[in-house]
């Protein structure tokens, strides 16, 4: 049921979840950036892949075709595109039926969180970032 919309996808992928998402051949869907430096985009998995512990931020590829950035968030959830949230929005996820994609957001120093979310602010793979 997750799906990409986005117009020029040319490849189908089927992931744990059930859904499938079209990604881009060598282009980037979505990159996480975690609290260690490393990062993890739809070039080297789908969602359910990716690490699910210290996330700092997330650039996604929207369904109404634009580029988020999403930060501040405690929970970083897949379904259909990538949503932060907080407690209840989790909570309110996890009664949903079906599998679940859920990262897990984490602290860090300031001074760590604000060179990542730039790194991911300057990061070239979207054009028009709006931090959310």
């Known amino acids: ?3 990409y919309l986005r117009p020029e996808a040319d490849i189908t992928t089927t992931g744990i979840a059930g859904g499938t998402y079209a990604a881009m051949e060598n282009k980037i869907d979505w990159k996480i950036y975690y609290a260690d430096g490393s990062t993890f985009d739809s070039l080297q998995g789908s969602p359910q892949d990716a690490p699910s512990i210290g996330v700092i ?17 405690d929970y970083y959830i897949y379904d259909r ?10 909570w309110q996820y996890m009664f949903k039926t079906g599998l679940k994609i859920v990262k897990f957001g984490t602290s860090t120093t300031d001074f760590e969180f604000e ?14 970032s709006i931090i959310t």
């Open 1 to 3: 049921m997750a799906q």
């Open 57 to 73: 931020c997330l650039k996604h590829f929207t369904l109404d075709n634009k580029w988020e950035l999403l930060a501040y968030r």
């Open 81 to 90: 595109q990538w949503w932060g949230g907080d407690s209840a929005g989790f």
């Open 115 to 128: 060179r990542i979310l730039a790194t991911a602010r300057e990061d070239n793979i979207g054009e028009g």
